[in-house]
């Protein structure tokens, strides 16, 4: 899908509002946490209103803001590939096993999220890499846990991983109670298959 090329400050609005997906924001709030002129962001989000790439409600005397998942995945994707770059930047070993695991994987149809505490940024050097995939059926399970082993075998970080089918992973967010689902939802860096993500999101939220 094809989307307009984004200024700066409409990249900022929009990886500030997908890093708290379930959440709404006041153009205030959005301009102190983006570390953005109030104006600026203020006429920014109002742009993104027009294109629909967030929602904007007006509930007076203010306008809260949120991403609006429907019809943009392309562009949510996009979005998350630049919050996984500016993670991995600062995490340049945790991209190598990513990437390794990533390598040893020949299904192209799956998703891989770091989520747990590397995510929240709140990892010590005890912590284990949590990561979540969502896979489109059991078939691709083997191949996925023999990679994640591989690479476990020869990583100094324990690695701890989750796999989920695209139809558990929906019953789980179906249930709209407190789950592992949720939480990758709410903190959760996507390293590879971020536009399916969204398309799961779109469905339910």
């Not at 102190?32 to 904007?56: F, P, Q, W």
């Not at 306008?63 to 429907?70: A, D, E, G, V």
């Not at 995490?91 to 929240?120: H, Q, W």
């Not at 709140?122 to 979540?132: C, H, P, R, V």
Request: hydrophobic letters at 45%.
């Amino acid at each position: 899908m094809y989307f307009e090329p984004l200024t700066k400050t409409s990249v900022e609005i929009l990886a500030h509002l997908s890093s708290k997906i379930r959440e709404s924001f006041t153009v205030r709030q959005i301009a102190e946490a983006i570390k953005k002129d109030y104006k600026i962001s203020h006429v920014m989000t109002m742009r993104l209103a027009e294109k629909h790439y967030i929602i904007a409600e007006k509930k007076p005397p203010v306008t809260y803001c949120k991403l609006n998942l429907k019809g943009n995945s392309s562009l949510l994707a996009y979005i998350e590939a630049i919050r996984a770059s500016r993670f991995f930047s600062k995490n340049r070993d945790l991209e190598i096993l990513v990437n390794d695991i990533f390598s040893k994987v020949r299904g192209p149809f799956f998703t891989l999220m770091i989520i747990g505490s590397y995510a929240k940024g709140t990892a010590s050097k005890k912590s284990d890499l949590d990561i979540l995939l969502i896979i489109p059926d059991r078939q691709m399970e083997r191949e996925v846990s023999l990679a994640v082993g591989s690479v476990e075998h020869i990583s100094p970080l324990s690695i701890h991983d989750t796999v989920f089918t695209s139809d558990e992973f929906v019953d789980l967010l179906n249930q709209k109670t407190p789950n592992i689902a949720w939480e990758a939802v709410d903190n959760r860096i996507v390293a590879y298959g971020a536009e399916e993500f969204f398309r799961i999101l779109e469905a339910i939220l």
